[in-house]
């Protein structure tokens, strides 16, 4: 199915990449749930990781995984808005070292470290629950199904209109992440 489009219409192997994602969406949609931080958990790994040592971003991303055994890896999109909250927040400096921004408590940030829960947010994730969860990974499938019917039948005017919508997607999911 992966390079199923005509050569002609969309140019050989343009889709390569369309497929390799809708791919990666189902298997892990077949995986099973996972686990998942609850909401708040991003900024307390956050405090919790810099109250040890500065960081930058893909550290602390790195950090929650490794502590987690891999059970949890927040996305880029969940903590970078985090970091930009506690930053506005006055909690946290950044500051700009070989291309990297690295962020550190502030005083104010310390304190808030500090009145966090006892254990640590990576240890405490569980699997998700609730019958919202459980509809997650069938929509994603759904939408995987249309956007890639879209892809076979529409014309190239369809198909950008479809990408968009996508994009939209993506990014107002990500916010949800972001939110506290």
């Known amino acids: 199915m992966r390079n199923s489009f005509p050569a002609g219409r969309f140019g050989a192997g343009n889709f390569d990449n369309v497929w390799e994602a809708f791919e990666e969406l189902r298997s892990r949609f077949e995986k099973g749930p996972g686990t998942r931080a609850g909401r708040g958990e991003v900024r307390s790994a956050v405090l919790a ?22 059970n949890w890896k927040p996305s880029a999109g969940s903590v970078y808005p985090t970091l930009q909250l506690l930053a506005d927040e ?81 990014r107002r999911l990500y916010s949800i992440l972001a939110e506290d």
């Open 49 to 70: 990781l810099l109250a040890e040592r500065p960081m930058h971003g893909y550290q602390i991303i790195h950090e929650i995984e490794e502590r987690s055994g891999g």
């Open 90 to 170: 006055g909690l946290i400096t950044a500051e700009e070292s070989n291309g990297r921004k690295i962020y550190s408590l502030t005083e104010s940030g310390r304190g808030e470290a500090g009145g966090t829960n006892t254990s640590a947010p990576w240890e405490t994730t569980g699997r998700a629950s609730g019958s919202g969860f459980a509809a997650l990974p069938k929509a994603g499938v759904e939408l995987a199904q249309v956007a890639a019917q879209v892809g076979r039948t529409g014309s190239q005017k369809q198909v950008r209109e479809a990408a968009a919508v996508l994009d939209e997607a993506r």
